[in-house]
């Protein structure tokens, strides 16, 4: 089954340090991409990065990072230099070989002085 | 930004109503989605669709229905609301292709009293 797991229900990191947000997923198709979102609590839906599964480097844009590890199936989400502006619910999702996306259930991150 | 809007942004209505959410997108984008985000659920997609009159299920399609007459709309319709249906609802487009990133609405919050 297609699934994407999400195992930190909150995470807390001071500011200016770097967090790791955890993400696995199971897929059988060779060809998929992975994408995280922020959502901030006033409910929009951001997107920040995406990595295919035939992209040869990581993906990264501005602070952050997609530590990519195709044969362990993870797709970890890394923040550097953490801002109060970071605070957010981030979810991680895959989509397989078709146009559909399946979300994880998030990660709360609070970013703290 | 892209350029999609939801309304309404919020409701609040009775069992056994119908609802008729709106998603408008600016952005001539031929895929659009919408999904609901439920505690602990992350997002989960309801309907899609890849143009105009042609749309398909997702994973939660149970209770709702869409139309999408022109490229610009995409209508979810709850026939009957449940109570179990409050919820927020989120639109989403991507571009020529169903791999591209999908970018989100700001979500309408529906309460089913």
């Known amino acids: 089954a297609q699934k994407i797991t999400q195992t930190q229900p909150g995470m807390f990191v001071q500011e200016k340090e770097a967090v790791t947000l955890d993400c696995t997923y199971d897929?059988?198709?060779?060809?998929?991409?992975l994408f995280w979102y922020k959502q901030p609590s006033s409910g929009e839906m951001i997107f920040l990065i995406y990595q295919g599964s035939y992209d040869q480097q990581n993906a990264t844009e501005g602070r952050y990072s997609l530590n990519f590890q195709k044969a362990r199936k993870s797709a970890n989400l890394v923040i550097s230099a953490s801002q109060l502006g970071d605070s957010a619910m981030y979810f991680c999702a895959m989509r397989r070989n078709t146009d559909k996306l399946i979300f994880g259930t998030g990660t709360r991150l609070q970013v703290f002085p | 930004d892209a350029g999609i809007t939801q309304s309404p942004r919020h409701k609040v209505t009775e069992t056994g109503t119908p609802v008729t959410l709106r998603c408008h997108q600016t952005e001539n984008h031929r895929y659009m989605y919408w999904y609901r985000q439920d505690p602990g659920h992350g997002l989960r997609l309801i309907h899609y669709s890849y143009g105009v009159k042609d749309t398909d299920k997702g994973e939660v399609s149970d209770g709702y229905s869409v139309s999408r007459s022109k490229t610009e709309d995409f209508l979810l319709t709850l026939e009957s609301a449940t109570s179990s249906q409050t919820s927020v609802y989120f639109c989403?487009?991507?571009?020529?292709?169903?791999?591209?990133?999908?970018?989100f609405g700001p979500g309408t919050r529906l309460t089913v009293l």
């Open positions: 989403a487009i991507s571009g020529t292709s169903g791999r591209d990133t999908q970018y």
């Open positions: 897929t059988s198709d060779p060809s998929y991409g």
